[in-house]
């Protein structure tokens, strides 16, 4: 399967053309018209510093829907304890390049690059991405962040300087979104720690299908900020 190059005009091509690995197309750029148009066909940007922005929707898609999420006892006692203080949109900046920064020190490289934090950072002044994040005190121990559209959270990056800190907030964050009439969250590619989780994969066809769906209708999570 060949890999799409794009131009300047607002296009993708569809999904399905995918290679196997779930690479789609190369180049445009991350502009907010972009990204948005990106999501809603379940395309999402992830590419290293240096090179050209890479385009994916991979076959099979990991998804959580919030009655599926598991949470092991000692995540609940932790919760209960009260050992981190949880906020929403309070500190997405920080969260962002703790995202990215926390990738680096630990030599995995990251996708989270200077143009992808403006870019998203963009899109949350317009209400577009959110973040959740832990603290114990006035320090920022861990958090996540990601996109609204619907009824659909696309999950992005997590962070965690200190155990069990980004668990706590993405089950926080998975119980907000379940009061707020959320049904699907995105969660891209497998990995056995979001598998533990509830998370399941489904096909890109029935993933695709159920985005179109849930994307245009609305939920109960506040417009703009959420807190």
Known sequence: MPVYLLSKNLLFPPPELAREDGLLAAGGD???????????????????????I???SPDP?????????????????IIRQGRFQVTLDHAFKEVIRACSETRMKR???TWITPEMIAAYTELHYLG???SIETWQGDRLVGGLYGIAMGRVFFGESMFAK????????????VRQLSE????????QVTTWHLLSLGAKEIPRPFFLERLKNLTDLPSKAPVGKWS
């Open 54 to 56: 890479f385009w994916w």
């Open 61 to 77: 898609r990991l998804i959580l829907e919030p009655p599926d999420l598991h949470v092991s006892r000692r995540t609940e006692r």
């Open 30 to 52: 991350l502009s907010t018209p972009r990204l948005i148009l990106a999501y809603r066909q379940g395309i999402f940007p992830w590419y290293n510093l240096g090179e050209p």
């Open 128 to 130: 577009k991405t959110h």
């Open 180 to 187: 707020w009439g959320f049904a699907m969250i995105d969660c």
């Open 162 to 173: 200190v155990s069990d800190a980004s668990k706590v907030a993405f089950v926080t964050l």
């Open 107 to 109: 030599g995995e490289g």
